[in-house]
Each structure stands twice: as C-alpha cells, then as structure tokens.
C-alpha cells in the first residue's frame, strides 16, 4: 500500500446509525486533514491533526467526531447525520501542517438516507 | 478573508490543443502560495502545480504552466498539448502564512473536458 487510503469508498447509513470512516497514509507525514466536498462547492476543511494533535476545527457540528491514534492514522466517527451531510469525505496528509503541499485519498462517498 | 474564485464551471480542449483554467484570489497578505490540483473522476486529487507569491518567475511543470499576475490576484493555468488523461476537475488554492492559520481555501472547480 502506497500514499493515502480511505475505507469505506462508499457507505449509506441511515440517520441515527454510527459509522467510521477510516484513512491511512504510508508516506510518513506528520499532519492528516478531513475535508467535505459537495457539488458546486469548494473543498471544505474539517479537521487538521499535526503529530496526533487537533490543530484546527472548522466550525464542524459535533455529530462528526475525528480521531487520531497516531500520525499514519485518521478516523471520523458519524452520529445522527443528516441527508445535508451527504457528500465526498476526503482525506489528506502533508509533511507537516504549514504546507499547501496535501496528498489525498480517493475519498468516501457518504450518503445519508 | 480569503477567497478563491474560479469563473468557469466548465471548460474544453480538443485533444493536442491548448487550454487556459482562470483563477482569482483575494488577500490581504503579502506571503502566500497558490496551487492548482487535479481531480480525474473517482480518483485521489493530486498536485499539479505551486506558486510562490515571492517569485516572479512563472512556474511549470512540463506542459502544465501558471500566469501568475500578482496585481491582478491572477493565477491561470495553461495545459498545452492536452491529452485524454488531463480530463479532470481542476481546483485553484491559496495558502496565506499570517493570522496563525495556514490552511488551504479552495475555488469551486473548473471541469476540464477533453475531445479526441
């Protein structure tokens, strides 16, 4: 395995399931990111984590709920989403979190019946 | 606060044929960089092409090149010789270094189509 995998690459759930999104990246970067893409939107940053620390939170409503055992590893717990909440779950790493520099996963394709 | 505005939705090239993608920013900061990734369809963005804000040079990276009019807030870029693989998303960034956040603000896409 090379660069930044994301499992699952699709998931539905329904509004009062719990899921996780995972990502992993082999390139040994320090820092891991969640962003939402929706269509006709710009890429929304969720969470920056640097060396398993939270660095940012973007506003994002506590139903999302990230985790980062460490710095290969990245999680997004989902509780009680809602239809709005449907969209492409991106994940990136970057070397370290001052960089513009991201490398990205295939991303998860999340629908929220 | 930064924006990032990409005015075409969507655009196309006929295979071997030149394309320009505009972009326009807006910040207040004087150091900063400016990205353009690609998206293909159902895979992993990726990094075309960087920008330092300092450098007057336009960068390039084979037949990809930027026209960086840092007046203007200006950052286009240009695929010459496009191929069938250069059909993707393409996304505009910028990254300021001031007020404690280096995070990336992104445009909306532009969709690059193109033809045989």
């Known amino acids: 395995e090379t660069g930044v995998t994301q499992t699952p690459r699709h998931l539905v759930m329904g509004m009062t399931n719990k899921k996780s999104l995972k990502c992993e990246q082999h390139?040994?970067?320090?820092?891991m990111y969640w962003y939402k893409q929706s269509a006709k939107k710009p890429l929304e940053l969720m969470f920056v984590?640097?060396?398993?620390?939270?660095?940012e939170n973007n506003s994002v409503p506590s139903r999302f709920s990230p985790e980062c055992p460490n710095s290969s590893h990245l999680f997004l717990h989902l509780h009680t989403l809602q239809p709005e909440d449907s969209a492409l779950y991106l994940c990136?790493?970057?070397?370290?979190?001052?960089?513009?520099?991201?490398?990205f996963g295939e991303g998860s394709r999340l629908t929220v019946l | 606060a930064q924006t990032v505005t990409q005015s075409q939705p969507e655009m196309s090239v006929q295979e071997a044929e030149t394309v320009t993608l505009s972009c326009t920013y807006d910040?207040?900061?004087?150091?900063?960089?400016l990205f353009w990734y690609k998206q293909p369809p159902s895979r992993q963005m990726i990094l075309v092409i960087r920008?330092?804000?300092?450098?007057?040079q336009n960068a390039t990276e084979n037949r990809f090149s930027v026209n960086f009019q840092k007046a203007a807030k200006s950052f286009s870029l240009k695929i010459s010789d496009s191929q069938l693989g250069d059909a993707a998303m393409y996304f505009c960034?910028?990254?300021?270094?001031?007020?404690?956040?280096?995070?990336?603000?992104f445009g909306k896409g532009t969709k690059l189509t193109v033809n045989p």
């Open positions: 920008q330092e804000a300092y450098k007057q």
């Open positions: 910040t207040s900061e004087s150091d900063y960089y």
């Open positions: 960034a910028s990254q300021n270094f001031q007020g404690g956040s280096e995070k990336l603000v």
């Open positions: 984590y640097n060396f398993k620390e939270q660095t």
């Open positions: 390139l040994g970067h320090n820092a």
């Open positions: 990136a790493s970057s070397l370290e979190s001052n960089t513009g520099e991201l490398f």
